[in-house]
């Protein structure tokens, strides 16, 4: 299961909806993970320019509705997955 935000990471309600969905989830026979699909966590919620934005844009989608997005995030660290 994936958890997709457009904020960056610490500036979303992934931090609250992890533990909570977690709990969820977790339990019984099929213990799956929540997973993260976004954005980095970032000091700003723009990059500052408009062709960076709408690359991330573009690239946050297509992970979205992937079957395996390509940006996963185990625990508390950002894991590239290779292609």
């Keep these: ?3 997709v935000q457009e904020e960056p990471e610490n500036m979303g309600a992934w931090y609250f909806v992890e533990e909570q969905v977690q709990s ?6 099929t213990k ?7 954005r980095p966590s970032a000091a ?3 990059t500052g320019a408009h062709k960076v934005h709408s690359d991330q844009q573009m690239a946050l989608v297509e992970q ?4 395996t997005p390509g940006v996963i995030k185990k625990g508390r660290r950002l894991v590239r997955k290779p292609r």
């Design 1 to 3: 299961m994936f958890w």
């Design 24 to 29: 969820l989830i977790g339990r019984g026979a």
């Design 32 to 38: 799956r993970q929540l997973r993260y699909v976004g």
């Design 44 to 46: 700003s919620p723009a």
């Design 64 to 67: 979205a509705f992937s079957t």
